[in-house]
């Protein structure tokens, strides 16, 4: 009788053990945050949120190569003829060029990872929707969603078919969730609606919050223009309405962003002082905050930069470009974006310089504009068919930068070239041209004088994701 | 308590193990009782034809309910008898039996005793009329019915009735009774012409008698009933064969514990063994590296360069590899292999590479005893597998290859300066040795002081342990301190037992560096300047026509700096154990290990040291950043504790076993380490004292922990000693496993069949048949070699940006919840044979091993947002035979003269089931990489073939007339151009069989051991043909073959290519993978020959010394192997000479 009772005891003592084990072996490892933990709290949301931030700020996505690095290069903005030029490759769209297919493969490999780490917090997010205060949980959601858009609309920018030569074609993966199941291929017209659905959701999420800060106690709310906000999630919507061809529709966002009123464009004041704003950023509708700027500016627009690294054109490039010639020589763009070094005559594009600024220029440096309130003007410009309203749109983007202005009495391919021209000017150093370039399915490109063709305008998806996606 | 008599005695009846070769001594005494609890009946039944007197006396046991106390052994040598009783008295029917028989038996209570009849009663005068009395209790104070009384030495023997009592007749005057019963510790004490003994108190045992268990570290069970597959060896064994290494001294016992000569490292005796049981369950490539060493005493350290290495427990705790690599061999009471899932089963999730446990010496009670062992070790390099050049020779060679060929005029003086500079240095006799340079012969020692003692209740132990392992390399050396203490109390059925062992070690690397430094330097160098000072810079190599040079720095320079390159640690192991003895079979254990150790490793580089040497510009960062140090701290805590519950019981028949216990056991491993650049001076040898981090660095570190939790069980059941099995299943929890997977079960089943005790092999039983026994064997066990929290999506945060003032955190890896441990099917069947009385014990064994769930990396699509994660898809298998003869040749127990050999060998095929595609993918690059790789074999898996597949290209030979190679493609074309995909496999680095033989001789206290270790049928891609003939870089030393056997001109039929082509200009490309390299690697190597004499205690009473032994080891003595190689690129392989002495006063 004793065995039998000491065996059960025994058993039970067993039983008891073996059921506290398993909270036991939940071990939280210290190097890392476990995903539970992360989401104890509203804070971890942020910091998951602030981690793609910093991650798409990274030199390989909008901090230098997405933009002002090799899209730039793209859209034929420099002058990288030197053989033994990093871009040489890229400045001739040689794509199976091993350099050039490095960068552009961590293109997809970091906006999908990215897309990843916004997908886990969305996964995790509705089920502690108690955990926020304030509308934090509405901001939170509604810069994920935004940012998964805008990340998405990018990668199929530059690896999507031609549109103009149909939205039908497959393209790229859109993927919302964090799983390790292959995404199949979407047309284009299915991404874009993607992303389309995506920037609603989130535009209905953060239309809670339509200021936009600089500089007030809460970190996360201060920096309006470097989140994801209402308006960017306008201004986007806009950018990709555009690119669908749904002129009704871009032309509506384009003009909410114009008439919300909270945006202005600079004054020359702010330019042309000792602390230059040379990054416009009271335009900005998102720019993205690059912390190690300097140093990226001095690897490419700095004689610093070295024969084989540096990205500027040659003088008749720049003349020509702002049209020096025929009256373009007061352009702010043109007088204060352009530097040159010690006794050299060379000139640097300047948009990203700070060594003769104060780190306490505070928000008008070490940003990476992504979306500008002068796009929506130009969005507007092309969209609507009016042409008095188109001369009026640019009139005031010229207005401001100290051009003089167009004539009532351009042709509509005039105002279209002249909106091209903006593109070039306004957005050099800023990757946004080779887009143009490839919506408008251009002939040519202008600065390099190589044929537009579905070959230089869609860049390779990598090996990896053709070799292991049989989606 | 008879019940549990009884089976206490069919376990000590058995034969032990040839491995166990000490108890064999024992035999003759062991006795069986055969008993049940009494009631009275003393008439029995029987009628049977040609039965053994064993039979007679079971069945009479079983009429009566007598005990029967008899020496087996004698009774299974009487003849076979015909009976026909029917209801006849006892007392008749056994004078029946035994009339023939050189037997006669005593009734005493309900006992039957059978002795041997006494040839000439009344011979012996000492003996005294008188009976002998006396009374067997224990602790407490209360009787030992059923205990044995023997008078050493003899077969007089009785048993203690049921008050305790016995008595004796015909025990001589100055006899020594010794007096034993099951669960109690054996008592020895000395008559001294006492009639009456008085009280003789028995203590409750400590252990089971040890000399007839397995024990798998957690629990013991009979070796008889056990169906598991496990090798002993005791600690004396091993110190015959090595006394100052633990692994190469087990090695010679089991042929399935491999460790591959260190062909990289040589006898580096820093470098931790490659240790594998039965093959690999792993592919070569996963062990995860974390960037930074662990500390030594992590047990996941040593995984990370191999991942199948066993699991070591010492004393019942799990330890590191280092931990055992460390431990003093004199230590050791008893390693145990254990091989597979039946013998393993305890250690379920951890057990799929096999276990080695490791038993320390527990103190022995009587009065202060002093063991004192000192061995002195003479190491010397093995500098014979270097075939160099010498200086007149490596200057012929390069004349002869056209390197003092100029192609102006111009070029052509320079080129005859520096020749007739060379020259002028070979004519005045310069031919440096450089091989002899670096090397030594080094003195090592080990002194071992073990001091024991106490009584039946308190026993103590304390040891102290020095190690200093020279090595070959000047400077380089392992230095291990060990100091220990046990106390054991005993209490009644309570037993507390802790154990402490503090140890210090320092390992130093060899400051004159690489020994691969050595071997290149040209023999027409001088290490010395004209005044006798060693030079730094040897020469500048320059070629006419191109600016700069290379700097040929002489590495001896480095030795004369002050660099330290060392690394320390310093730790305890505290384990404390709590036995209590329950009623009714019941036994319970607890166990608390506590490990913890903190390790430190220092590299301190000066600017001086010539690995800077090529920094020559002033004005440069870089300059400033000569000298380097690398530092590393690691600390690692570790406890685990379990309680286990142990019962046994016999039922009829039948004798059961069982234990079920709970573990859990928790790792803390830490590590951080820094790197600091700019010590321009030897003096600023403090890593504070640097100018500046390296460059782009920042501190790198690490902090696991993990956790386990198991529960296991284990029965073993045994009917009638013939059929046996064992079963047992185990749950087992970690930290390292998803949280959908967290536990595991693993089970094994084992079945065996002892066909000596059935009775139609009674007619061979005990003349031809001693044993005879089939195995089978089942059973599931798992891995844990892996690195934590690879199960769960982890966040990092960025440190190194902020965005805006906040700090971001990014996903580390994709945390795949549905990781299972990775599951080895172990299936083993196997034979213990043992013939002519233990002159011949065979043992085989066959086994199947698939690991299953290998956990591989999975290459995703970049767009699911990570490149890879881990998922259960490998599946490798292990097949093989292994087997052990040992035949004694001679054999005398009585004057301990024997002559025994052994071979024993291990047949083992590995074949790959399944492979991830990042394994393919792997394969796909390795194809790719460029010629500079080629040049030796790459890593390549495919399903269906072997993970140590060659694969090459094969070739035809050298085309006799243009000196080129010729390769076969894959479709058996021949072709002059190499191409990786024309890669088939050449050849299996897995011997066909490996193993070890040997012999031993004893002899008057004289032993002479010899241990060899072979393999047949390996093959290996010889690299030296490679990289130091034919892509041998000719502006430094080569191998001797770089000229034999050369393609000169057309027509030459050769095995080597020609230096130059058709044309006459040098040939530059590379010899890349070519089936031409690989050669069959069959070797015979004298491990260790020993001479041992035990000096007789006479001649040493006088200083109160006993059991004084001298021994002399020479291991590695030579090598017979017929591929011809270089070994030990970066430190030369050594031969030992061990001199060593034990004494114990």
């Known amino acids: 009788m004793t065995t039998i009772h000491r065996s059960t005891y025994w058993l039970l003592l067993v039983i008891l053990f073996s ?250 004041s702010s330019v042309s002082t000792t602390y230059p ?146 593109y070039r000017k306004e957005f050099y150093q800023e990757g946004q041209l080779f887009f143009y370039y490839k919506r408008k399915n251009s002939a040519q490109i202008a600065g390099s004088g190589i044929a537009g063709s579905p070959a230089v305008y869609v860049l390779p998806i990598p090996d990896d994701e053709i070799e292991f996606n049989h989606g | ?125 000492a003996q005294t009329e008188q009976p002998l009395k006396g009374r067997v209790l224990d602790e407490s104070g209360k009787p030992i019915p059923g205990a044995t009384i023997l008078v050493r030495g003899t077969n007089v023997a009785t048993l203690s009735d049921g008050a305790g009592n016995f008595q004796l007749r015909n025990v001589p005057n100055g006899a020594w009774l010794v007096v034993s019963s099951i669960g109690y510790e054996k008592r020895e004490m000395a ?121 070591f427990i010492l004393d019942g705790f799990e330890v590191s590899l280092q931990k055992i690599y460390d431990l003093d061999i004199n230590r050791i009471e008893r390693m145990t292999i254990l091989k597979d899932a039946v013998a393993t089963s305890a250690y379920g999730s951890r057990a799929a590479n096999g276990v080695i446990v490791v038993d320390t010496k527990q103190p022995k009670p009587g009065k202060l005893t002093v063991n004192y062992s000192a061995t002195l070790q003479v190491t010397a390099p093995d500098l014979t597998p270097y075939h160099l050049l010498n200086a007149a020779d490596k200057l012929e060679v390069e004349r002869l290859a056209g390197r003092y060929v100029g192609s102006t005029p111009s070029f052509q003086q320079e080129y005859d300066e520096v020749y007739s500079r060379r020259r002028s240095a070979v004519e005045k006799g310069v031919n440096t040795y450089w091989l002899s340079q670096p090397v030594q012969t080094g003195v090592g020692t080990r002194q071992s002081l073990y001091v024991e003692g106490g009584d039946q209740y308190l026993r103590y132990a304390v040891n102290f342990g020095y190690t200093n392992n020279r090595g070959v390399m000047i400077g380089s050396g392992r230095k291990t301190y060990e100091g220990g203490m046990m106390l054991s109390y005993r209490r009644k059925n309570v037993l507390v037992r802790n154990q402490l062992t503090v140890t210090g070690n320092r390992s130093d690397e060899s400051p004159y560096g690489a020994y691969s430094q050595y071997t290149r330097l040209n023999p027409y160098w001088t290490p010395y300047d004209s005044n006798g000072r060693v030079q730094k810079q040897l020469d500048y190599l320059t070629t006419p026509g191109y600016g700069g040079g290379t700097r040929v720095a002489n590495p001896m320079y480095d030795a004369t700096l002050g660099t330290r390159t060392y690394s320390k640690y310093f730790g305890f192991t505290n384990n404390t154990f709590l036995e209590w003895r329950l009623r009714n079979g019941f036994k319970f254990t607890g166990k608390l ?44 805590f570790s406890f685990d504790g379990s309680a286990t519950l142990d019962y046994n019981k016999n039922i009829g028949d039948g004798l059961f076993f069982a234990t079920v216990g709970v573990g859990a056991a928790e790792q803390t491993s830490r590590a951080s380490g820094m790197a600091v650049r700019g010590f321009p001076n030897t003096n600023l040898d403090e890593v504070f004292l640097g100018n500046t981090y390296l460059r782009n660095s920042r501190p790198n570190g690490k902090n696991d922990i993990t956790r386990r939790s198991s529960m296991f069980s284990s029965l073993n059941y045994t009917y009638d000693r013939r059929y046996m099995a064992d079963f047992s299943f185990n749950m087992d929890g970690s930290t390292q496993f998803g949280a959908d997977n967290r536990f595991a079960p693993f089970w094994a089943l084992g079945l065996g069949w002892n066909l000596h005790e059935e009775a139609f092999m009674s007619g061979l039983k005990g003349t031809i048949v001693d044993r005879l026994r089939l195995r089978g064997g089942i059973g599931t066990t798992g891995s844990q070699t892996f690195s934590p929290y690879m199960a769960t999506s982890t966040y990092a945060y960025i440190t190194s940006r902020d965005y805006l003032g906040m700090l971001g955190a990014t996903l580390l890896s994709y945390g795949n919840q549905n990781l299972r441990w990775q599951q080895t099917m172990k299936k083993n069947i196997g034979m213990d044979v043992s013939l002519l009385k233990e002159r011949v014990i065979i043992r085989l064994d066959a086994y199947l091993e698939t690991t299953n769930d290998l956990l591989l990396d999975i290459n995703t699509p970049p767009s699911v947002g990570v490149s890879s994660y881990k998922e259960n898809i490998g599946k490798l298998q292990n097949r093989g035979l292994e087997g052990n003869i040992n035949v004694f040749l001679i054999k005398n127990d009585k004057q301990s003269t024997f002559w025994s050999v052994f071979v024993n060998g291990i047949h083992n095929k590995n074949e790959i089931k399944e492979i991830s595609n990042s394994l393919q993918k792997m394969n796909a690059n390795n194809d790719k990489t460029d010629n500079n790789l080629q040049t030796k074999p790459q890593l390549r898996f495919e399903e269906g073939q072997s993970v140590n597949a060659i694969w090459a290209v094969r070739s035809a030979g050298i085309d006799p007339g243009t000196g080129r190679e010729i390769f076969i493609t894959k479709k058996g074309e021949r072709t002059y151009t190499w191409s990786a995909a024309d890669k088939v496999i050449v050849g299996d680095a897995l011997p066909t069989v490996s193993g070890n ?111 004084t032994r001298l021994n002399l080891q020479m291991n590695n003595l030579f090598r017979l192997s017929t591929i011809q190689v270089e070994r030990g690129l970066d430190y030369p392989f050594a031969r030992n000479i061990n001199f060593n002495i034990t004494t114990t006063f």
């Not at chain 1, 400045?91 to 552009?104: E, F, H, M, N, V």
């Not at chain 1, 092309?382 to 009026?392: C, D, Q, Y």
């Not at chain 2, 016992?253 to 040589?266: C, E, S, T, Y």
């Open chain 1, 19 to 268: 059921t506290g084990c398993s909270k036991w072996l939940d071990v939280k490892p210290k190097t890392y945050v476990n995903e539970s933990d992360l989401w104890k709290d509203e804070q971890g949301f942020k910091d998951a949120l602030t981690g793609v931030y910093v991650a798409i700020s990274d030199t390989t996505l909008y901090g230098k190569n997405f933009t002002m690095g090799m899209m730039d290069v793209l859209g034929g903005n420099y002058d990288v003829a030197n053989s033994f030029h990093v871009y040489n490759k890229a400045g001739s769209y040689q794509y199976t060029d091993a350099t050039t297919k490095a960068i552009i493969n961590e293109y997809w490999n970091k906006g999908y990872n990215a897309i990843a780490n916004l997908n886990n917090l969305l996964a995790n997010i509705d089920s502690r929707k108690s955990l926020f205060v304030n509308n934090n949980y509405n901001i939170v959601k509604g810069e994920a969603l935004g940012l998964r858009a805008l990340l998405h609309f990018d990668l199929l920018r530059a690896f999507g078919g031609v549109p103009a030569l149909g939205l039908d074609k497959k393209s790229i993966p859109y993927v919302t969730q964090f799983s390790m199941t292959v995404k199949p291929n979407l047309t284009m017209n299915e991404v874009l609606d993607a992303c389309l659905k995506d920037l609603l959701t989130a535009r209905d999420l953060l239309a809670v919050y339509q200021q936009v800060n600089y500089g007030i106690e809460d970190l996360f709310l201060s920096h309006t223009r470097n989140h994801m906000n209402y308006w960017a999630v306008t201004g986007l919507m806009a950018r990709i309405y555009l690119y669908k061809n749904d002129l009704e529709n871009a032309y509506k966002m384009a003009k909410a962003v114009i008439d919300g009123g909270r945006f202005n464009f600079i004054d020359v």
């Open chain 1, 277 to 422: 704003n040379r990054l416009f950023s009271p335009e900005h509708l998102f720019a993205v905050y690059s912390a190690n700027q300097e140093s990226i500016n001095a690897s490419l627009f700095k004689s610093s930069a070295g024969t084989n690294n540096v990205l500027t054109n040659k003088t008749t490039f720049i003349n020509t470009l702002f049209e020096i010639a025929s009256g373009g020589s007061t352009d702010y763009r043109y007088l204060y974006l352009w530097k040159t070094e010690g006794s050299s005559s060379t000139k640097y594009p300047a948009k990203y310089w700070m060594d003769d600024l104060l780190n306490g220029n505070g928000n008008s440096i070490r940003r990476v504009p992504v979306l500008r309130y002068s796009e929506m003007f130009y969005i507007a410009a092309e969209a609507t068919a009016s042409l008095t309203e188109k001369t009026t749109l640019l009139n005031q983007v010229r207005q401001k930068r100290g051009l003089p202005l167009l004539a009532n009495n351009l042709t509509a391919e005039q105002l279209d070239n002249e909106i091209f021209k903006e």
């Open chain 2, 1 to 125: 308590m008879n019940l549990t008599a009884l089976h206490k005695a069919v376990k000590g009846r058995r034969t032990p193990r040839h491995y166990v070769s000490k108890f064999a001594f024992a035999l003759a005494l062991t006795i069986c009782m055969l008993a049940s609890a009494g009631t009275y009946a003393q008439r029995v039944t029987m009628k049977a034809q040609n039965v053994t007197l064993d039979e007679v006396f079971r069945s009479f046991k079983k009429q009566t309910n007598y005990y029967f106390v008899y020496n087996l052994q004698v009774v299974r040598q009487q003849k076979r008898i015909n009976v026909d009783f029917k209801q006849t008295a006892l007392q008749d029917a056994l004078a029946a039996c035994l009339k023939d028989a050189p037997l006669e038996f005593e009734i005493i209570e309900n006992t039957v005793v059978i002795r041997q009849r006494k040839t000439n009663p009344g011979n012996n005068a």
């Open chain 2, 191 to 311: 008559v001294n012409g006492r009639t009456d003994m008085g009280n003789i108190s028995l203590l409750t045992a400590v252990e089971n008698i040890n000399e007839v268990v397995v024990t798998t570290g957690l629990f013991k069970r009979p070796v008889e009933n056990f169906t598991g597959v496990a090798t002993s060896v005791t600690g004396e064994q091993m110190r015959t064969v090595n006394s100052m290494n633990v692994f190469d001294a087990l090695k010679v016992f089991d042929p399935a514990m491999r460790i591959p000569d260190n062909v990289q490292f040589g006898s580096d005796p820093n470098r931790l063994p490659q240790i594998s049981l039965r093959g690999t369950n792993n592919f070569p490539v996963q062990g995860a590296s974390s960037g930074i060493p662990a500390s030594g005493a992590d047990f996941m350290s040593a995984y990370q360069t191999n991942p199948s290495m066993p699991l």
């Open chain 2, 593 to 636: 290990g506590i490990i913890s150790q903190s390790d430190q490793s220092d590299k301190f580089l000066p600017a001086d040291h010539t690995s800077f040497i090529n920094i020559v510009d002033y004005t440069s960062q870089a300059y400033l950043e000569r000298g380097s140090y690398d530092k590393t701290n690691g600390s690692f």
């Open chain 2, 997 to 1107: 033989l040997g012999t031993n001789v004893s002899w008057k206290g004289i032993q002479l051991g010899v241990y060899c270790s072979y393999q047949y049928g390996g093959k290996m891609y010889n690299q030296t043909l490679a990289d130091r003939v034919e892509n041998a870089d000719l502006r430094f030393n080569v191998d001797e073959r770089v000229l034999l056997g050369r393609w000169k001109k057309p027509g030459d039929i050769t095995y080597f290519k020609g230096l130059s082509d058709l044309d006459g200009f040098p040939v530059t490309s590379p010899t890349l993978a070519t089936s031409r390299f690989v050669q069959t690697n069959n070797y015979l190597e004298m491990e260790s020959l020993s001479l041992g004499y035990l000096v007789p205690d006479k001649w040493t009473a006088r200083w109160h010394f006993k059991n």
